[in-house]
């Protein structure tokens, strides 16, 4: 089956460093992508929708300009979270949908900013 | 918008019992789809079932089934034969019938199966 492979699946920064996730569909184009934030024990939340060719639309409270998105092709997501601050430590997943009933997840990401 | 409840944060089940997990959605749309997944320590989503809102027979994947009342809006999962594998985060998801559209989660029940 279709597979989304996200890179890396851990990351420690220190406080005011940029870091960079990527997020890949590897059998198949994307045009959309989502990035989601998960608190332990939490569900996930929508950060913002990743649009090929496009600007990524960012849900209320997600500080744009912290929280970079780009989608340079239709196989290929990144977050870039920067100047990263311990508040930031999160676990981050994206999605990719090869139509509308077959949504694939990466295996996500944890963040841990010192 | 679109709202998905999980009324059961916690749930546990001896081995080889059945458990029913909970949920219920408010949309608008009268096409859409609804998904269980799973999310186990790893935190890898994995896909348990999906329904499409236009079908009226309930889903069924080997020892998971659903029960789709689409009136009532309510979505539960039947977990049947319970084993220990199964513990993990269970998440009820929303998700309108558009290409590359987002999901809306629960806020997910956590199951433990005893042996």
């Known amino acids: 089956g279709a597979v989304v492979s996200q890179h890396p699946s851990r990351v420690i920064c220190k406080s005011g460093t940029s870091v960079k996730i990527e997020c890949r569909s590897l059998?198949?184009?994307?045009?959309?992508m989502f990035w989601y934030r998960q608190f332990p024990k939490q569900s996930l939340m929508l950060m913002a929708t990743?649009?090929?060719?496009?600007?990524?639309?960012?849900e209320q409270g997600v500080e744009k300009d912290k929280f970079l998105i780009n989608h340079a092709s239709l196989t290929l997501s990144t977050l870039t979270v920067t100047s990263a601050h311990p508040e930031d430590s999160s676990f981050y997943i994206c999605?990719?949908?090869?139509?509308?009933?077959?949504?694939?997840f990466g295996a996500g990401t944890r963040l841990s900013v010192l | 918008a679109q709202t998905v409840t999980q009324s059961q944060p916690e749930m546990s089940v001896q081995e080889a019992e059945t458990v029913t997990l909970s949920c219920t959605y408010d949309?608008?749309?009268?096409?859409?789809?609804l998904f269980w997944y799973k999310q186990p320590p790893s935190r890898q989503m994995i896909l348990v079932i999906r329904?499409?809102?236009?079908?009226?027979q309930n889903a069924t994947e080997n020892r998971f089934s659903v029960n789709f009342q689409k009136a009532a809006k309510s979505f539960s999962l039947k977990i049947s034969d319970s084993q220990l594998g199964d513990t993990a985060m269970y998440f009820c998801?929303?998700?309108?019938?558009?290409?590359?559209?987002?999901?809306?989660f629960g806020t997910g029940t956590s199951l433990t199966v005893i042996p």
């Open positions: 999605s990719a949908s090869q139509n509308p009933g077959a949504t694939y």
């Open positions: 059998d198949f184009q994307a045009t959309t």
């Open positions: 990743s649009n090929e060719g496009s600007k990524a639309t960012y």
């Open positions: 949309t608008s749309e009268n096409n859409y789809y």
């Open positions: 329904q499409e809102a236009y079908k009226q």
């Open positions: 998801a929303f998700m309108k019938h558009v290409t590359g559209n987002q999901f809306y």
